[in-house]
């Protein structure tokens, strides 16, 4: 059995917390019981548009959400992502950059270091969801030539259509 991934453990922990069934959320989502249980424990890798879903369904807080997706890309990207760990980290920065305009400070370290954390945390990329994101854009780019490259001859004709004004 596979590892569940970061996203699909926090989005199980989440439903548990709401003491949802996988069976009531999917259909407060539209996914099947089945799909929802294989992004939990790791067998399906979701979207972002799926985790979004889920996570409204689920009532996640904005800032939990994020993190969910930050995941998300650092398993797409196959690099870490590093994330201010403050909340708010827009506005705390604002006020920093309005300290220092006010200061005149010439240096940016002294000012962060006197207001705020410049602590981050990080999402490191999951190796089985990095795997699964490679093979899935490898069957992307599959198509993209199939049909791009003139393989069908179907580009050609919604390409023409496009033009003509039928499409």
């Known amino acids: 059995m596979k590892a569940a991934s970061p996203a699909g ?3 199980r922990q989440w439903r548990q917390r709401r003491r949802m069934s996988q069976l009531d959320l999917a259909i407060a989502a539209g ?4 799909h929802l249980s294989f992004v939990e424990t790791g067998r399906s890798r979701p979207t972002s548009g799926m985790i979004l879903r889920l996570s409204e369904h689920l009532d996640v807080p904005l800032r939990e959400r994020n993190a969910l997706l930050l995941q998300i890309t650092a398993d797409v990207t196959g690099r ?3 994330a201010a760990r403050v909340p708010d980290a827009s506005a705390v920065g604002a006020a920093i950059y309005a300290v220092a305009a006010a200061e005149e400070a ?8 006197r207001m ?3 602590e981050r945390v990080v999402y490191r990329p ?9 093979g899935l854009y490898a ?3 599959e198509l993209a030539r199939h049909f791009g490259e003139g393989a069908s001859g179907i580009m050609r004709r919604l390409h023409a259509m496009h033009r003509s004004g039928r499409a």
């Open 106 to 113: 010439s240096d940016m370290t002294d000012v962060v270091r």
């Open 139 to 141: 069957d992307y780019l």
């Open 9 to 11: 453990e926090l989005l």
């Open 116 to 118: 705020g954390s410049a």
């Open 126 to 134: 999951d190796g089985a969801a990095r795997r699964v994101y490679d």
């Open 31 to 34: 996914i099947s019981a089945r």
């Open 80 to 82: 870490p992502i590093a």
